[in-house]
C-alpha cells in the first residue's frame, strides 16, 4: 500500500462485507431537507459510474461475501440501468432492495424489476398530510407515493415503508402507523432524523423535543402491541437524547460497505467528511483490497485506535465509541468519543443543540432544501453562518 | 405453540433461504435483515420445504447423524425458535 494516513497498519480482526449498499445516483427530484447525502453531492452528479462499473461493484462485493444489496440514491430510478443491475444481482444471489421515493416507477418499470428477481422496494413515506410531504420534500409527490404504495403491493412485493422522523411529523406517529397498516405494509422503518448532510445543516428546524420523541415511542409501542408480527415496526432512536452513543454501522468496516456514486467505496455514508482520510476508489481499487487492506478502512476498525474515555471504559464494545463523523463534524477531532456519550468532554455540544433547537425564533429561519443550486451555494461557503459550528462540511 | 409430528412448516414469505460459500453457512434472507445459521440450524431449515412434516424431518437427521445425542429435541427446539422469529410458517 501507499503511504497514506500515516501508515496504519491492517486490521487482525476477521470481517466481512455482508451488507453492500450502492449509491447508485445522487441525483433526485426531490428537495428533502433531512437528506443524509452529502451536502456537496452536486459535484458527483457529473462521474457516476456506468453500468460495467456497478456490474463489477456487485461481482466483487459477491465474492467477498455480500449478501444484502441496496441499490439507493438519490433516487435510483433515475437510471435507466436499474433493470440491468437488478438482473445481475438477482443471478449472483444477491437479496436486493431498492430504495426509492416512488419518482420514476411506473408499471412497466415495476413488471421489469419484478421479472428481473428484485426482492424488495423500500419506498419513503413523509406524513399522512400533503401539506407536511409536500413542504418536508419541497416537491408536490404526496399522491405519487400513495400509487407507487399500491403499485407495490398489487405485485406481490414486500411492503417496506421508511419514514424519516423531524420535528413536523412526529407527533403524526399513530395516524402515520395506521397509514401504514392501511397500505398492507409488512415492514415500517421509523427513523429519527440523524443529523448528517442536509439535516445537519437544518438541524435546529428539524429537531423534536424529547418529550415529543417519548411519546412517539409509546405510540410505537402500543401499536406493536396490537398489530403483533403482521407488521414489524422498527423505531430507529435519536441518538441526541440518549446517554450513550449508536454503535455506528455496526462498527467501521465490520459489515457494510457503501459505493458511492462516483465509485469511491466507504465504509459508511458520510465518512467523507473525516479529513486526511483517502478513500479508495472502484475505478483503482478492487474492493477486496478496499476492505482488507486499504488505511481508511483500516482506520477505525477494533478498538485500537480509541483514546480516553472510551479506551478504558467497561461499555466500549457495546457502542464502539459511536459514530467518527459525528465526533469529528461536532468536535473537531474523530478520534474522541462521540459527543451524544455523557462520558464524552464534548456532551455539552449536544445539549447546546437540544436548547437551540428549542429556541422559539428558530423556525423563522428559513430551511436549505437539497436542490444543485444550494449544494453549490454550500460548496462554494455561502452558507457558512449556519456551517461554521461543524468542523467540516457534512 | 406444541410442535407436532404432523407439522408441515414452511418459509415464510418474502423469506429466502440458501447455502452461502463465503460464511460457509447456510443463511436466511429478508427485507431489512438476515440470520447466519449454525451448522445443526441449518440442517434442519434445509429440510423445512413445506412437504415434509417434523416427524419425516426429525427421521432424515437421525439417519444422517446417528451419532448425534438428543437430536429430536434439538430439533424441536430449533423449528420453535424459527416459528417465534417468524422465519417460517405452518401450513396444516
Given at each position: ?20 449498499l ?37 461481482r ?12 439507493s440514491g ?50 419513503s413515506?413523509?406524513?399522512i ?29 414486500p ?9 413536523y ?42 418529550e ?7 405510540i410505537t ?22 446517554e450513550r ?23 459508511c455514508?458520510?465518512a ?15 474492493l ?40 469529528f ?5 474523530a ?60 | ?32 435483515g438476515m ?40 430439533i ?17
Amino acid at each position: 500500500m501507499d503511504d497514506r494516513n500515516n501508515g496504519v497498519s491492517a486490521s487482525t480482526t476477521a470481517t466481512q462485507p455482508l451488507w453492500l449498499l450502492a449509491e447508485i445516483t445522487y441525483r433526485c427530484p426531490l428537495q428533502c431537507a433531512f437528506c443524509y447525502n452529502p451536502t456537496d453531492f452536486d459535484k458527483h452528479t457529473q462521474n457516476e459510474l456506468d453500468t460495467d462499473g456497478w456490474m463489477k461493484v456487485l461481482r466483487e462485493a459477491r465474492d467477498l461475501g455480500a449478501l444484502q444489496l441496496g441499490i439507493s440514491g438519490g433516487e435510483p430510478l433515475l437510471r435507466p440501468d436499474i433493470e440491468d443491475i437488478v438482473i445481475e444481482a438477482h443471478k449472483l444471489g444477491y437479496y436486493s432492495n431498492l430504495i426509492t421515493s416512488g419518482a420514476g416507477m411506473n408499471e412497466k418499470r415495476i413488471d421489469a424489476l419484478k421479472s428481473g428477481g428484485l426482492d424488495h422496494i423500500q419506498l419513503s413515506m413523509h406524513d399522512i398530510t400533503e401539506e407536511i410531504n409536500n413542504f418536508i420534500t419541497n416537491t408536490k409527490t404526496f399522491k405519487l407515493k400513495q400509487k407507487v404504495a399500491a403499485m407495490i403491493k398489487d405485485r406481490g412485493y414486500p411492503m417496506v415503508l421508511n419514514v424519516v422522523i423531524h420535528r413536523y411529523n412526529i407527533d403524526h406517529i399513530k395516524e402515520i402507523l395506521e397509514m401504514a397498516e392501511g397500505l398492507g405494509a409488512d415492514y415500517v422503518e421509523l427513523a429519527n432524523t440523524q443529523y448528517y448532510g442536509w439535516s445537519l445543516v437544518n438541524r435546529d428546524q428539524l429537531m423534536p423535543t424529547k418529550e415529543q420523541v417519548l411519546h412517539a415511542e409509546k405510540i410505537t409501542n402500543e401499536f406493536r402491541e396490537r398489530v403483533g408480527n403482521k407488521m414489524k415496526v422498527f423505531f430507529v432512536v435519536p441518538d441526541y437524547f440518549d446517554e450513550r452513543p449508536k454503535k455506528c454501522m455496526n462498527g467501521w468496516g465490520e459489515v457494510f460497505m457503501i459505493v458511492a456514486a462516483n465509485g469511491d467505496i466507504l465504509p459508511c455514508h458520510s465518512a467523507r467528511v473525516i479529513p486526511n482520510l483517502k478513500f479508495p476508489n472502484v475505478n483503482d481499487s478492487p474492493l477486496k483490497a478496499a476492505w482488507y487492506d486499504s488505511p481508511a478502512f483500516n482506520k477505525f476498525r477494533g478498538d485500537d485506535w480509541m483514546k480516553e474515555p472510551c479506551r478504558s471504559c467497561s461499555e466500549k464494545e457495546n457502542d464502539l465509541g459511536g459514530c467518527r463523523c459525528q465526533a469529528f463534524l461536532l468536535s473537531g477531532d474523530a478520534e474522541s468519543a462521540d459527543p451524544v456519550c455523557t462520558k464524552s468532554p464534548n456532551r455539552n455540544l449536544i445539549d447546546q443543540a437540544i436548547k437551540d433547537s428549542q429556541n422559539p425564533g428558530i423556525e423563522a429561519k428559513p430551511i436549505v432544501f437539497r436542490t444543485n443550486q444550494n449544494s453549490k451555494n454550500i460548496s462554494e461557503g455561502k452558507e457558512k453562518e449556519r456551517l461554521e459550528k461543524f468542523h467540516a462540511t457534512p | 405453540m406444541a410442535i407436532e409430528n404432523k407439522d408441515i412448516y414452511k418459509l415464510a414469505s418474502y423469506h429466502r433461504f440458501q447455502w452461502e460459500e463465503a460464511q460457509n453457512c447456510y443463511v436466511i434472507l429478508f427485507p431489512e435483515g438476515m440470520v447466519k445459521l449454525n451448522g445443526g440450524a441449518g440442517e434442519v431449515l434445509n429440510l423445512v420445504d413445506g412437504v415434509a412434516t417434523v416427524k419425516i424431518i426429525t427421521d432424515t437427521l437421525i439417519k444422517k447423524f446417528p451419532d448425534a445425542p438428543n437430536i429430536a429435541k434439538d430439533i424441536i427446539g430449533m423449528i420453535e425458535l424459527a416459528l417465534d422469529k417468524a422465519w417460517i410458517e405452518k401450513i396444516n
